[in-house]
């Protein structure tokens, strides 16, 4: 019996990653920070649902499912204004020869976008950044200045 | 039983960290060492390649000049979309830098980059030491006394660096 206790303190120590969440463990989780609802009996890993993660402004990381109203209306707006932006295959006579994001040497055929200062990026590491803010990384300028200053 | 595949998922979860380590954490780092920026060396940690055993030099005309600061480097998750996490181990006397050694510095904060790398943001605090900045304080008393009586803070920084960041 004894034995068993400390195996089972062991496997459930504080200390180790909560894998299965005691009722004890959601009650810490709950007192430490209030803003995260934490459920008494979570789903079995299997069955749990995974919400992609958004960016309202640089700081603030929201699952798609904990988006306010307004957040949601300024993210949809953001994919618009990014979906406007020119993309293209990457040819073989271009300025740029490396995605600074990924640093990897674009290849000709390459999905690239371009923006209106004539930076070129990987249009998946592009997106994934102009989700967060609306620059671009090399010049920092705004991506479109006076018209979307307010995204 | 439980134990054991509590084990196994640890180990199946560090052996995923390792292969999915990005390639541009791989590059820069292979460009660390070898080819080192003047004055600056950074290490990544034999556990842990997110983690980096960062050493400054003093810059020659500053109150820092001959000391060497160790500083640890973390690249988050979502590097490079975030900001590596950077602070001083050693104790420096800067108006800038913190007790706890947290740098007040706009790259790491909302003026980061993806375009930016370990090696600009040591270089920017290579040259923060040479150029403190007490009208954007972080360590408040010592930037009241670098605005009120600047002889005195260069002379308390330069014994800090002597004491702190030298011979050890």
């Known amino acids: 019996m004894f034995a068993f206790e400390s195996v089972f303190q062991c496997i459930f120590a504080p200390s180790s990653p909560r894998i299965w969440g005691t009722t004890e463990n959601a009650d810490n989780a709950l007192s430490t920070n209030t803003s995260v609802v934490v459920p008494s009996d979570p789903a079995p890993p299997y069955m749990e649902v995974y919400y992609p993660v958004y960016y309202p402004s640089p700081s603030i990381a929201r699952t798609g499912n904990q988006l306010t109203e307004d957040e949601q209306v300024k993210i949809a707006l953001r994919i618009g204004l990014i979906q406007n932006l020119p993309e293209g295959k990457y040819g073989d006579c271009e300025i740029n020869t490396e995605c600074v994001i990924c640093m990897i040497d674009f290849v000709v055929g390459d999905h690239v976008r371009y923006l209106p200062c004539l930076h070129t990026y990987h249009v998946r590491c592009i997106d994934d950044w102009l989700m967060r803010r609306f620059t671009c990384p090399s010049c920092m300028e705004p991506v479109d200045t006076g018209t979307f200053d307010w995204i | ?168």
């Open chain 2, 1 to 168: 039983m439980s134990g054991y595949s509590a084990e196994v998922k640890v180990a199946e979860t560090i052996a995923y960290k390792m292969v999915s380590l990005p390639r541009r954490i791989i590059k820069e780092t292979q460009r660390l060492l070898q080819e080192p920026v003047p004055g600056i060396s950074a290490v990544p940690d034999d556990s842990n390649a997110r983690y980096f055993h960062v050493i400054v030099t003093g810059p020659d005309d500053s109150p820092f000049e001959g000391g060497l600061f160790r500083l640890e480097l973390f690249l988050p998750e979502d590097y490079p979309m975030s900001a590596p996490k950077v602070r001083f181990v050693t104790k420096i006397y800067h108006p800038n830098i913190d007790r706890l050694g947290r740098i007040c510095l706009d790259i790491l904060k909302d003026k980061w980059s993806p375009a930016l790398q370990i090696r600009t943001v040591l270089l920017s605090i290579q040259a923060l030491l040479s150029a403190p900045n007490p009208d954007d304080p972080l360590a408040n008393d010592v930037a009241e006394l670098w605005k009120v009586d600047e002889a005195e803070a260069i002379r308390n920084a330069k014994e800090w660096t002597r004491r702190y960041a030298m011979d050890n």
